[in-house]
């Protein structure tokens, strides 16, 4: 089935089998019943004897939409409900073999129980009056992955893990119905919706196991597309579950590289490669990273059905797993990763709104844990500009005390005695001189008031020889070290009170 816009621009030209007049897709490489190698052709859908025609009283046939293996898609109009939908008709010459046309209803019915958005609405079912067995979907609109991938090239690694993550949800529903789709591939997985509100719809159910028992199928052929068949059921052996598994692989590899694993020139010799050859390493293109998908794929492409994913839901799990620890890892997404995820067309009012509050209060809380980091750092600032300034005044404070501690030396001139004073012989050069050279004992001679003088002098001169040269003033430290004492007061007496200190 093809989507109406999709059709108009992709199946006016085809691929037709050229031994069973078969018409298919243009993706199409090999005729699924006898595995011929198919060639382009071109469809008149004008010519199709069913258009404008009405099914059951209820169905207007508008126009064909596309051909497939199994049979032909129509868009048609519910006369009483004015809806439109589509409508798939199996072949005349597969609804000529009676067990077939009861597996194509039964399957469409199996596919109608299967509860899940992403598998296609399965709403009506019936036979025309030719005895063609047919049944009504919805009418899909949008485009094929196969369609994106051959439009756009290999998909981000991202939104290849989410489509596929979809895929996986929608077959575990299904395989929990006990249908296994067995025909897995681009063309019946369909993108509809724009943008964040994109979905899938995974359509064709059971046609492999439709038609595979056909008469009309080649001995030694095995039904279905031979790029995306499990080795299990390459071989012709009965299959489970993980075929599909397998099949997803293959499909999440076509969409982050652009080509599957395993190519050839004939049909059998895919097949053979799916049995034998180890996949080729995953290898994205440039400005992308695998991450963990190549490791999800591999053990998804494993030729026993044992060593691959169990289930679908395991599957999806890993992917699940892989696209949270790659938000995480990324700094611009850690504040979206503690978000919770919700499904696609999943959200009603009340959801919103208590995604909105969250947010709200999310936000409110950062920026209160924000502040708190601010006065942090603030106070840890200002602690280290004070730490800063203690040691640098500590330090000019040493240096200073280093400097006052040792005072230049200072000179002391003695006091000139009365002698001195009065006799020319005494004060000449050479008695300075030589006093000069013991400057210890003139302080020595006048600190005893009580020794006699052998020269008179008045009291003024007295005082004057008591008095010392001013000099620099000693340190703090200095002065406690070694004290000087009192001083006596001057006593005035004769001349038998004094005596000359230069004299010896």
């Given at each position: 089935?093809?989507?109406?816009?999709?059709?108009?621009?992709?199946?006016?030209?085809?691929?037709?089998?050229?031994?069973?007049?078969?018409?298919?897709?243009?993706?199409?490489?090999?005729?699924?019943?006898?595995?011929?190698?198919?060639?382009?052709?071109?469809?008149?859908?004008?010519?199709?004897?069913?258009?404008?025609?009405?099914?059951?009283?209820?169905?207007?046939?508008?126009?064909?939409?596309?051909?497939?293996?199994?049979?032909?898609?129509?868009?048609?109009?519910?006369?009483?409900?004015?809806?439109?939908?589509?409508?798939?008709?199996?072949?005349?010459?597969?609804?000529?073999?009676?067990?077939?046309?009861?597996?194509?209803?039964?399957?469409?019915?199996?596919?109608?129980?299967?509860?899940?958005?992403?598998?296609?609405?399965?709403?009506?079912?019936?036979?025309?009056?030719?005895?063609?067995?047919?049944?009504?979907?919805?009418?899909?609109?949008?485009?094929?992955?196969?369609?994106?991938?051959?439009?756009?090239?290999?998909?981000?690694?991202?939104?290849?893990?989410?489509?596929?993550?979809?895929?996986?949800?929608?077959?575990?529903?299904?395989?929990?119905?006990?249908?296994?789709?067995?025909?897995?591939?681009?063309?019946?997985?369909?993108?509809?919706?724009?943008?964040?509100?994109?979905?899938?719809?995974?359509?064709?159910?059971?046609?492999?196991?439709?038609?595979?028992?056909?008469?009309?199928?080649?001995?030694?052929?095995?039904?279905?597309t031979p790029y995306y068949m499990s080795p299990e059921q390459a071989s012709g052996e009965a299959i489970d579950a993980r075929a599909d598994v397998y099949s997803l692989g293959i499909?999440?590899?076509?969409?982050?590289?652009?080509?599957?694993?395993?190519?050839?020139?004939?049909?059998?010799?895919?097949?053979?490669?799916?049995?034998?050859?180890?996949?080729?390493?995953?290898?994205?293109?440039?400005?992308?990273?695998?991450?963990?998908?190549?490791?999800?794929?591999?053990?998804?492409?494993?030729?026993?059905?044992?060593?691959?994913?169990?289930?679908?839901?395991?599957?999806?799990?890993?992917?699940?797993?892989?696209?949270?620890?790659?938000?995480?890892?990324?700094?611009?997404?850690?504040?979206?990763?503690?978000?919770?995820?919700?499904?696609?067309?999943?959200?009603?009012?009340?959801?919103?709104?208590?995604?909105?509050?969250?947010?709200?209060?999310?936000?409110?809380?950062?920026?209160?844990?924000?502040?708190?980091?601010?006065?942090?750092?603030?106070?840890?600032?200002?602690?280290?500009?004070?730490?800063?300034?203690?040691?640098?005044?500590?330090?000019?404070?040493?240096?200073?005390?280093?400097?006052?501690?040792?005072?230049?030396?200072?000179?002391?001139?003695?006091?000139?005695?009365?002698?001195?004073?009065?006799?020319?012989?005494?004060?000449?050069?050479?008695?300075?001189?030589?006093?000069?050279?013991?400057?210890?004992?003139?302080?020595?001679?006048?600190?005893?008031?009580?020794?006699?003088?052998?020269?008179?002098?008045?009291?003024?001169?007295?005082?004057?020889?008591?008095?010392?040269?001013?000099?620099?003033?000693?340190?703090?430290?200095?002065?406690?070290?070694?004290?000087?004492?009192?001083?006596?007061?001057?006593?005035?007496?004769?001349?038998?009170?004094?005596?000359?200190?230069?004299?010896?």
């Amino acid at each position: 089935m093809a989507a109406a816009d999709t059709i108009k621009e992709i199946n006016v030209t085809v691929k037709r089998c050229a031994e069973c007049g078969a018409r298919f897709g243009i993706d199409a490489a090999f005729c699924p019943f006898d595995g011929t190698a198919l060639s382009t052709s071109t469809w008149d859908r004008a010519t199709d004897p069913r258009a404008r025609i009405t099914v059951d009283d209820r169905y207007e046939v508008l126009e064909p939409l596309g051909e497939g293996g199994m049979g032909t898609v129509y868009a048609v109009r519910h006369v009483k409900l004015d809806r439109r939908f589509a409508m798939k008709v199996l072949r005349r010459d597969l609804a000529a073999d009676s067990d077939l046309a009861a597996r194509f209803l039964q399957e469409a019915k199996a596919t109608a129980a299967i509860a899940h958005p992403a598998v296609v609405a399965i709403t009506d079912f019936g036979t025309m009056d030719d005895g063609s067995p047919y049944f009504v979907m919805e009418l899909l609109e949008g485009e094929t992955l196969a369609t994106r991938i051959r439009a756009r090239g290999p998909l981000p690694p991202a939104t290849a893990m989410g489509i596929a993550k979809r895929i996986a949800e929608a077959l575990e529903a299904s395989h929990a119905a006990n249908v296994i789709h067995r025909d897995l591939k681009p063309d019946n997985v369909f993108l509809v919706g724009k943008g964040a509100a994109e979905d899938i719809r995974i359509v064709d159910f059971g046609a492999a196991k439709i038609v595979g028992g056909s008469k009309l199928t080649r001995p030694g052929i095995v039904f279905g597309t031979p790029y995306y068949m499990s080795p299990e059921q390459a071989s012709g052996e009965a299959i489970d579950a993980r075929a599909d598994v397998y099949s997803l692989g293959i499909l999440l590899f076509e969409m982050v590289t652009g080509r599957v694993p395993f190519e050839a020139d004939s049909y059998m010799g895919v097949l053979t490669k799916h049995i034998f050859e180890a996949p080729p390493p995953l290898v994205v293109p440039s400005g992308s990273e695998p991450g963990d998908l190549e490791g999800i794929v591999m053990r998804a492409l494993q030729k026993a059905p044992a060593a691959r994913y169990a289930s679908m839901s395991a599957f999806a799990r890993a992917l699940d797993d892989a696209t949270l620890r790659e938000r995480t890892a990324s700094p611009k997404n850690v504040e979206r990763a503690r978000q919770p995820t919700l499904k696609l067309g999943s959200m009603t009012t009340a959801d919103r709104i208590q995604r909105s509050v969250s947010l709200r209060v999310e936000a409110e809380a950062n920026r209160k844990r924000r502040g708190v980091l601010v006065a942090v750092l603030a106070t840890c600032g200002l602690l280290a500009v004070g730490a800063a300034l203690v040691a640098v005044t500590g330090s000019t404070e040493t240096a200073a005390s280093a400097r006052t501690a040792a005072p230049p030396p200072s000179v002391q001139m003695p006091a000139p005695s009365a002698t001195a004073a009065s006799d020319p012989e005494v004060a000449s050069p050479g008695t300075a001189s030589a006093a000069s050279k013991e400057p210890e004992a003139a302080p020595a001679a006048s600190a005893d008031p009580t020794a006699p003088a052998t020269a008179a002098l008045p009291a003024s001169a007295a005082v004057t020889a008591k008095r010392s040269p001013p000099s620099a003033s000693p340190a703090p430290s200095a002065q406690r070290a070694a004290p000087v004492a009192p001083r006596s007061p001057p006593r005035l007496g004769g001349a038998d009170d004094f005596k000359d200190p230069w004299k010896r």
